[in-house]
């Protein structure tokens, strides 16, 4: 039993050896010119250029996006490794987020009730939210995109590049097989009488002719059945096509997420800015824009005349009023040129004025001046 088996195995490897030298012979002779080749039909060969550039820019585009995601070439190796390892990613700060902690950090420490600090809080904040709408974006698009395109090149086109190679094998064979029976029948010839050694040889020439037609059918019929399977999974690419356009339009879904939150924090936070700018300078804008008016009115041809002497105003002495201090609670902006825009956590100056709401104090803060509204404080005695 066991010399059987190790004759079968030998057989068996003579002929798979037998089989690769063939091909061998006939990928050779194809390269030289000296043998022909079977040609695919003009369809079939569409279907494997297609399939060919499908897997060159899906490889591309995938690539691409990953740069676009993450910059960094050693991260994006680093990640690389991860996941042929099979471990969980790293869970890294991106860099929006480095500087919103940055920003907080310094708004912090000049004190988040001066104007300042509490500009820097805000712009921190809005920069720690652009960082966690960068991360879903990032995680929407690996999910709803890249990973997609990354299945349907380690999946089917990896199926699609395997039938491939047993195609051009199963062609070799057919080829070989086809110059095999060439040269057999170019070497029989007519028989002359039934007993001539002569007659002999060629009858063993005619069993050889029978063998490669054999052998010939046999392969015709491998590589049929091969051409078919190749074509079906070539053929399935359009189905990969629609699929990978519909994987497009949630990439561009989520951009447009993405954009959409940025625009929306950042116009938040220059209208806070924008109050924070119109209450520290309302006396300098006023005194600069009136001064520059006066002076873009006035041609440089004319003279400039002497100024009046300034006019004095006697102001009457006012009773003494009693000032403290209060802590703002919460923020507060200004609805006309009358009120104070107020900062949470910040102390202001207030006192109260004859002939003024009960429900309202004066305030100051520096060189401004305003009323506010006593819901917003918690005065201090």
Known sequence: MDANTGL???????????????RAVQFTEEKLGSAEKTELDAHFENLLQRADKTKAWTEKIL??????????????ME???????????????NHHEVLGHVLVDGGNDFGPGTTYGNALVKCGQAQLRIGNAE?????TTSNNFLQPLHNFLEGDMKTIQKEKKILETKRLDLDASKNRLRKAKSTSQPQSSQNSPQNVLMMVEDDAVARAEADLRV??????????ITKLLLEGVSSAH???LRCLNDFIEAQLTYYAQCQNYISELQQQLGSYSHTSGVGNNSSNSSGAGISSGIPSSVPLQASAPPQINVIAAT???EKKQARVLYDYDAADSSELTLLADELITVYKTPGLDPDWLMAERGPQKGKVPTTYLEVLE
């Open 79 to 93: 990640d690389f490794v991860y996941e042929k390892l099979d471990k969980k990613k790293r869970d890294r700060v």
């Open 8 to 22: 079968f195995k030998m057989k068996k490897f003579v002929s798979d050896a037998s089989t690769v030298f063939n």
């Open 135 to 139: 991360r879903e974006f990032i995680q």
């Open 242 to 244: 629609a699929h990978h």
């Open 219 to 228: 392969a015709q019929a491998e590589f049929d059945r091969q051409a078919e």
């Open 319 to 321: 009773p003494n009023i």
């Open 63 to 76: 690539k691409q996006t990953e740069s676009v995601l993450q910059p960094n070439p050693n991260i994006r």
